[in-house]
């Protein structure tokens, strides 16, 4: 089992930066891929961005390219979204994931999640 904690939400202005943070702990080694995803109001989940151990490789979408990097501590148990230049569209709750699977597939199938962390950005 991996128990999955964001923290780091809040509400900005447009064109402003916040950082989120997801820690692991419990069966972190088993992990081979840590996640972002975000959920707007009224609309499905989408993939932001993720981190695979097994490469040491990070993708990020297209949506907010440019604008928010991915990064991971060297102990392996956090895994960081940094976000800049923050539009009203990024308001969404955000969800860490992580999964254990080998496969190529970086946008689904993950298999533990945090809480989610509210990002607010006004115009």
């Known amino acids: 089992q991996v128990r999955l904690v964001e923290s780091g939400g809040g509400l900005v202005q447009a064109g402003g930066s916040l950082r989120l943070e997801c820690e692991a702990s419990g069966r972190t080694f088993s992990r081979t891929y840590m996640a972002w995803f975000r959920q707007p109001p009224g609309k499905e989940r989408e993939f932001v961005a993720a981190?695979?151990?097994?490469?040491?490789?990070?993708i990020v979408s297209d949506s907010v390219k440019g604008r928010f990097t991915i990064s991971r501590d060297n102990a392996g148990r956090t895994i960081d979204l940094q976000m800049n230049s923050l539009k009203p569209e990024d308001t969404a709750v955000y969800f860490c994931?992580?999964?254990?699977?080998?496969?190529?597939?970086?946008?689904?199938?993950?298999?533990?999640w945090g809480q989610g962390t509210q990002v607010t950005v006004s115009s």
């Open positions: 994931a992580a999964k254990s699977s080998y496969s190529d597939d970086y946008y689904s199938d993950y298999d533990y």
């Open positions: 981190f695979r151990w097994s490469t040491d490789s990070l």
